[in-house]
């Protein structure tokens, strides 16, 4: 009875301190408190509630197409239009291992080739500071799952090919979103990241960042 007391004293003072070991090391509580990261996204969608003329005509394309979506992809009477994949660089500060907020700046081209007479080509550019929010649904110790969403401006600068007699700028800023779905984060310090999404940062975009502080 004496043995069974002491080991149930043993086991009783021993409890404690592992579970706080365990706490201390748990990836709940071990994780960094700032991200810089940078990123390539194909298939960026930019402009699509507008539609005003830098997206759906310009001076010299000789079929006007009607939405802003088929204006970034699109290739009809003669005219090929793409936007290339966009580039971006990141910051993310996390306040706990769910939530976290950042700044994101990126940038995209529109490229338009008219082949129908003679080859001809215009690149637009685009530029987006936004504003992010990322939550942390699933956080292992290399590895987390995640959505976000972001929210700024875009700054839009048209190749002066593309303006009309009538345009007195070829500049414009307007609002701008974009919503990660899901991603994925594998890695501690450095991490590859994976998202699938919509909006100014690609359907798909891949990454790297390097996690520091605590």
Known sequence: MKKTGFYFLLLLFLFPIRMAAQESTSPLKDFSKHEIGISAGAFPVIGIFYKYEPFIGNSYVHTTVDNTLLGHYSNVGGTKTYLIGVFSIEYKYNFNHRHALGITA??????IEDYLEETKTAIDNYFDLQAGYRFTYKRFEK?????????????YLQDKEL???????NFWVYP????????????????????????TQGLIKVGYCYKFGK
Not at 163 to 169: A, C, L, P, Y
């Open 163 to 169: 303006m009309n007699d009538d345009q007195k700028s």
């Open 176 to 199: 701008s979103m974009h919503i990660a779905l899901f991603g994925i984060s594998v890695g501690k310090k450095n991490a590859a990241n994976f998202e699938v999404g919509f909006g």
């Open 106 to 111: 990126s940038w995209a081209c529109r490229k």
């Open 143 to 155: 590895l987390s799952l995640y959505s976000a969403l972001y929210a700024g401006a875009t700054f």
